[in-house]
């Protein structure tokens, strides 16, 4: 299995930036496509962006285009997500998660989910 835990989550203005970070367990973690999804308040989960085992991003939301980046280090067991000029509507709970069933833009398709961390961004 694989164990997944995310921290970085917090308090932001509009405009600042949060790194939030995904540690994995196991020494497979190289093989995993991992994502990175949020849930607003009163809103579905939505897809942000997915990047795969030789480190390709394989998606990206429009409106997070140009703000967020998603990287791994494989040797770390880590994924990361950069967030740059946030605004107050990229406010949410974030999750990563790991599949190797798919191409991981689609929550379906993972098997292993971390248990979220807060991001909120004030006006």
């Known amino acids: 299995q694989v164990q997944l835990v995310e921290s970085g989550g917090g308090l932001v203005q509009a405009g600042g930036s949060l790194r939030l970070s995904c540690a994995a367990s196991g020494r497979t973690f190289s093989s995993y496509t991992m994502g990175w999804f949020r849930q607003a308040p009163g809103k579905e989960r939505e897809f942000v962006t997915a990047i795969n085992w030789r480190g390709r991003t394989t998606g990206i939301l429009d409106s997070v285009k140009g703000r967020f980046t998603i990287s791994r280090s494989n040797a770390e067991n880590t994924v990361y997500l950069q967030m740059n000029a946030l605004k107050p509507e990229d406010t949410a709970v974030y999750s990563c998660?790991?599949?190797?069933?798919?191409?991981?833009?689609?929550?379906?398709?993972?098997?292993?989910w971390g248990q979220g961390t807060q991001v909120t961004v004030s006006s």
């Open positions: 998660a790991a599949t190797q069933r798919g191409s991981g833009l689609a929550p379906n398709e993972y098997d292993y």
